[in-house]
């Protein structure tokens, strides 16, 4: 239900979940740690080829980065007035420091690479892909548990929600700012939990009858051939060489 | 509520990460197998009750309800909202692997005191006017740690922030006596139809 397809398939995708998880956590990481804008903008024309390398589709895809940007531009209608430095320019009563813009900017570049980098690498896995890759890199097993539980449920009660909705706007529910509408959604809500619940129960003595003894069973196989070993290669020298950029610093205006 | 990816600094994200893998862990210990199914399926009902907009005013919100997961789960609603915000990461890209320190711990520490106060709360002042008032604190304190401690992040990352922080936490309000309100009904509701789903002490206080 909330699943989009965000991606067409490519080779991207045959790389070992592993090995991807593990780059875009290094990657990610690191552009997180820049302070330079050109290291930055290295960074971004890095992310943005593999993104483009990961075949995507285009009208979704845009959809999630004006999402992501949302908060950018929330950012850049205070930052830059309220940062004190060297004035740029005045606007009415308003002072636009450089070093507001400069801080802006550095913001928007890192997030739109960090943001590239995850959907192209991780983007491109399923939940229960992630949730095994996890396992495999050693995470709690019960926190994958309750990563994988919630995966699987949260369509369930997503379309649950939906049909609960539906039945009350057939009643006539039109929501306003009242106490009547805080009412009729915090029912729906309490009736969602409690239907969660009594699910929950259910499952649980099911999966007890089924023999469940803590541990997860996963007939994922995950295997990490040169291939692999050559992808994380190339993103490790891409990160070396952003970092070199970052620390040598070529000097700007 | 989310921040975004690169805007904080690389201290604030540690301690983020640092918070959460303490709060989790301390979550995941009180949490026994036979609580993990529950656990998993009110994560995945707080996935989707934050996507509940709620009108306010001209415009409208969406819920966070990490105040009721609190109430409802104690600690364990740590690791619960970790599940719920890297599915979010995963399938909508809010938030993401760099801040979901941060989030986790912004949202969780506020939930888990959420939870604390109503119980305190409920106990010393066992009339139904008390739980509902204490409900109604429990989900507005939610939503106000989150806030507080989203823009005390942004402030420490980077002073030229301050502002936009402060922005943020004023913007957050009304969501707050909105988020307070829903969790009162929601408590007051599963009171009244399934007694059991709420913190055992509470229980004893509505015996008495």
């Known amino acids: 239900m909330f699943d989009q397809r965000l991606f067409q398939p490519s080779f991207l995708q045959e790389v070992d979940a592993r090995v991807r998880l593990g780059c875009a956590v290094g990657l990610c990481l690191c552009l997180s740690l820049l302070g330079d804008v050109y290291a930055c903008l290295v960074g971004l024309a890095v992310s943005a080829l593999l993104l483009l390398l990961a075949r995507p589709c285009w009208q979704p895809l845009l959809c999630r980065l004006a999402a992501i940007n949302v908060f950018v531009v929330f950012l850049w209608c205070v930052t830059p007035w309220s940062v004190p430095g060297e004035e740029l320019m005045r606007l009415g009563w308003l002072t636009i420091s450089v070093q507001g813009v400069r801080l802006s900017l550095l913001v928007s570049l890192k997030a739109n690479a960090i943001a590239a980098v995850f959907l192209a690498l991780v983007g491109t896995m399923t939940a229960p892909e992630l949730g095994h890759a996890l396992e495999r890199l050693h995470c709690p097993t019960k926190l994958v548990f309750l990563f994988l539980f919630t995966a699987r449920y949260v369509h369930v009660l997503g379309q649950e929600w939906r049909v609960l909705f539906t039945a009350a706007k057939l009643r006539g529910f039109r929501p306003g700012t009242n106490a009547a509408t805080y009412r009729t959604l915090a029912s729906l809500l309490g009736l969602l939990l409690v239907r969660s619940h009594e699910r929950a129960q259910r499952v649980h003595e099911a999966m007890l009858l089924r023999g469940f003894d803590g541990s997860f069973r996963s007939v994922t196989v995950f295997h990490a051939g040169p291939r692999d070993l050559g992808f994380a290669l190339l993103l490790l020298l891409c990160a070396v060489g952003i970092v070199t950029l970052e620390l040598c610093g070529v000097p700007y205006v | ?208």
Not at chain 2, 91 to 118: E, K, P, R, Y
Not at chain 2, 121 to 150: D, E, H, I, Q
Not at chain 2, 173 to 201: H, Q, S, Y
């Open chain 2, 1 to 208: 509520m989310h921040i975004a990816e690169g805007v904080l600094s690389p201290g604030v994200l540690a301690v983020g990460y640092a918070l959460t893998a303490a709060g989790t862990t301390l979550g995941l210990r009180r949490l026994d197998y036979d609580r993990l199914m529950t656990t998993g399926i009110l994560a995945a009902a707080f996935f989707v009750g934050s996507l509940v907009h709620v009108p306010i005013g001209f415009s409208s919100a969406h819920l966070i309800l990490n105040g009721l997961l609190g109430v409802l789960l104690g600690w364990a609603a740590f690791p619960a909202i970790l599940a719920a915000l890297t599915l979010q990461a995963l399938l909508f890209q809010f938030g993401g692997l760099v801040v979901l320190g941060v989030n986790t711990c912004s949202m969780g520490l506020s939930g888990v005191a959420a939870g604390w106060f109503f119980r305190w709360m409920s106990r010393v002042w066992p009339t139904p006017a008390g739980r509902r008032t204490a409900a109604f604190l429990g989900g507005a304190l939610g939503v106000a740690g989150a806030a507080l401690l989203t823009a005390l992040a942004l402030t420490c990352s980077e002073q030229g922030f301050a502002t936009a922080a402060a922005l943020l936490f004023l913007a957050h309000v009304p969501v707050m006596l909105a988020e307070g309100c829903i969790t009162m009904f929601t408590v007051e509701f599963l009171r009244r139809v399934r007694p059991e789903m709420l913190p055992d002490k509470d229980k004893e206080a509505n015996h008495a």
